[in-house]
């Protein structure tokens, strides 16, 4: 596999460094951001260890971009993911690693948002001759399955000629991610374990309009469970894989695969995953952990600087105790480190694709 220019990855080059993922056994940490701090954080963590990488917006995470003080939120959640992509654009090259831009999870009531992406990224991609995102997600998994691929053709057509790739979910992913998710019970529920001739029928409608990667369930479920509540089947996948394959003519592990609600997730599980041909694991519970401890911590060691500017026992001055770059850099510092444990178990450390 040929190397990239660092920089926004999308289209021919996307596919290649997926391609790159399965052939060499790895996959890549797509990590949910909210601002500056957390986009920087993970372009820090890629470049420290040589691992290409994705960013991707909920639309919350998306609007929080914006400013919670922006009135109009349909146009928060737009402006907001425009500005990150924008951010990425500017500043990826610099840290030497090929990054993909992704959103993630937009149910039927989020299409809207969708639309004014695709619409910006015309715009986008009319100014500078590249897409302002490499990929969208569209989560309609508890939709009946023909308006879920229906739906999914309809926004592949539109997005392919801006060089862009689609992600599409069978099957429910348990638990919630920003205000999209599903109440199903996550011990015991069929809506978990997504069948193989449900992928084979996205496939056939989708691969002929454009390229998609898949977020087939499993038993995956966002957040973090007690150990034995959520039971992963791995074992999906495979079987996916190899009706795919086997009705089509075509080698192993055809398909692009996402692992959602990898957060917490059991190691030996994340590697069999993988060799059923996951490209992308989605990691977002365990980042704000992650960066949430690290301030806390920080605080209760200088505690007084958070409740004085001055120490009013010895007149002690704690700007430079509670300037916002001293504890936000501590967060970004600590999702780095989860993320370089992420890097290591998704073995894409030392892979990047950069020239």
């Not at 997730?265 to 060799?275: G, N, Q, V």
Request: aromatic share 8%.
């Amino acid at each position: 596999m040929g190397k990239m220019e660092a920089g926004v990855v999308y289209g021919k080059k996307y596919q290649e460094l997926l391609q790159s993922c399965k052939d060499g056994g790895y996959a890549l940490p797509a990590v949910n951001v909210v601002g500056s701090n957390s986009i920087n954080a993970v372009m820090e963590a890629a470049a420290a260890n040589d691992s290409d990488i994705i960013i991707q917006l909920s639309n919350g995470g998306a609007q929080f971009m914006a400013g919670q003080g922006m009135v109009d939120s349909d146009t928060a959640k737009v402006m907001g993911a425009v500005a990150a992509a924008n951010h990425v654009h500017l500043l990826a090259k610099y840290y030497g690693i090929c990054v993909v831009l992704h959103t993630d999870h937009a149910n039927r009531k989020l299409l809207p948002w969708i639309d004014g992406l695709v619409a910006a990224g015309a715009k986008y991609y009319e100014k500078h001759g590249r897409p302002l995102y490499s990929s969208h997600m569209l989560d309609l998994s508890e939709e009946a399955l023909d308006d879920n691929l229906s739906t999914c053709a309809e926004y592949l057509r539109k997005i392919v000629p801006l060089e862009m790739s689609l992600e599409i979910e069978l099957g429910v992913t348990g638990g919630e991610e920003d205000g999209v998710g599903s109440d199903v019970d996550i011990t015991d529920n069929a809506k978990l374990y997504t069948q193989p001739d449900e992928v084979l029928q996205a496939y056939n409608l989708l691969s002929p309009i454009g390229h998609f990667s898949v977020a087939a369930s499993f038993g995956n479920v966002h957040g973090v469970y007690k150990p034995g509540n959520v039971q992963l089947r791995p074992e999906i996948l495979k079987s996916s894989q190899e009706l795919v394959a086997q009705s089509h003519g075509l080698g192993a592990n055809p398909l692009d695969l996402v692992f959602h609600g990898g957060s917490g997730s059991e190691k030996a599980k994340i590697e069999e995953a993988i060799r059923y041909g996951v490209m992308k694991m989605n990691i977002d519970t365990d980042t704000q952990f992650a960066f949430a401890t690290a301030v806390g911590a920080y605080v209760e060691m200088t505690p007084r600087a958070f409740s004085y500017q001055i120490d009013p026992d010895d007149d002690k001055p704690y700007k430079s105790v509670y300037d916002p770059r001293k504890w936000l850099r501590q967060g970004e510092l600590s999702m780095v480190e989860r993320l370089n444990e992420a890097c290591t178990d998704l073995h894409s450390g030392g892979r990047s694709l950069a020239k």
